[in-house]
């Protein structure tokens, strides 16, 4: 009798045990399934990263506002501006920022802005030192930095004196660090 109990008992839990491993089973299929297929119309719908560049440089015209004539990413070049550490109060507590920026200027327009940026080093620092010191809190947080690369842009055509050299600001560092950092 005692033999019958355990032998019916250890059948239960194995009937039990693949009861419940068929809707398992089954829905960690249907999961894998409807995975494979988010990521293949999510692959097909956006595009390439070379699609995305072309859309991000032709399509919103960038800082300059100039939205009718597209930038090719080929007939830019980069010129490196400044790099440096400002301080910024204006949210009631200091706050230190790595900063590091640099220019899209025409391929063209590339050895003479390079110099200029040699010569002007330190009137370009300033410049860039000034804008962050009297950024809003909420410009210092924006996820793109919009306010502060227009401003940026602004006083960089200043310095270099001419509006139509500096084609976009990029800021490819960007660190916040508070008091006692």
């Not at 072309?54 to 980069?78: F, T, Y």
């Not at 030192?129 to 502060?148: Q, W």
Request: glycine share 10%; with cysteine.
């Amino acid at each position: 009798m005692a033999d019958e109990s355990v032998t019916t008992s250890s059948e239960k839990r194995v009937a039990i045990g693949r009861s419940r491993l068929v809707p398992t089973l089954v829905v960690m299929g249907l999961m894998l399934v409807e995975g494979m297929g988010v990521y293949f119309v999510a692959k097909t719908i956006s595009p390439g990263p070379a699609g995305a560049l072309a859309l991000q440089a032709g399509g919103g015209g960038g800082v300059s506002g100039n939205a009718s004539v597209p930038i090719s990413a080929n007939s830019l070049g980069e010129v490196e501006l400044a790099d440096c550490r400002p301080i910024n109060k204006m949210s009631g507590k200091f706050l230190t920022f790595q900063i590091r920026v640099t220019a899209l200027v025409d391929a063209n327009d590339l050895e003479g802005a390079t110099e200029t940026a040699r010569k002007k080093r330190a009137r370009i620092e300033d410049g860039v030192n000034n804008v962050i010191r009297a950024a809003e809190p909420a410009h210092l947080n924006e996820p793109k930095l919009d306010t502060l690369r227009k401003r940026l842009k602004h006083e960089l055509d200043r310095v270099f004196g001419d509006d139509q050299i500096i084609k976009d600001i990029l800021i490819p560092q960007f660190i916040q660090s508070g008091p006692g950092v």
